[in-house]
């Protein structure tokens, strides 16, 4: 199966941003549909950005339209979340996966995640 490495995550203060990415080996992601999950302290882990294959489609939890953007890079077989206007509430574990599109169901294991600290 696919393997996938998070990083770029990071400790920011509140309005600062982040570009966290998902490295992906052992297979091309183009074709599937990814997702960007969080994990806060003491949270469920939740789906706040996915974008499909075929690159024409994309969803954003309302806490994060807006200020997040998902993208991929086929050739590079990576996905990026670029975070803008970070604040506390972002705070938490992130993990990419492949997904399920309308469903955002994660597919396969989850990796160690990269960590996303927000500072007031």
């Known amino acids: 199966q696919v393997q996938l490495v998070e990083s770029g995550g990071g400790l920011v203060q509140a309005g600062d941003s982040l570009r966290l990415s998902c490295a992906a080996s052992?297979?091309?992601?183009?074709?599937?549909?990814m997702g960007w999950f969080r994990q806060a302290p003491g949270k469920e882990r939740v789906a706040v950005a996915a974008i499909s294959w075929k690159l024409q489609r994309t969803y954003y939890a309302d806490s994060v339209k807006g200020r997040f953007t998902i993208s991929r890079d086929n050739a590079k077989n990576t996905v990026y979340l670029q975070m803008n206007s970070l604040k506390p509430e972002d705070t938490g574990i992130y993990y990419c996966?492949?997904?399920?599109?309308?469903?955002?169901?994660?597919?396969?294991?989850w990796g160690q995640g990269t960590q996303v600290t927000i500072s007031s």
């Open positions: 996966a492949t997904i399920i599109f309308d469903s955002r169901a994660p597919l396969g294991s």
């Open positions: 052992g297979r091309s992601l183009s074709t599937s549909s």
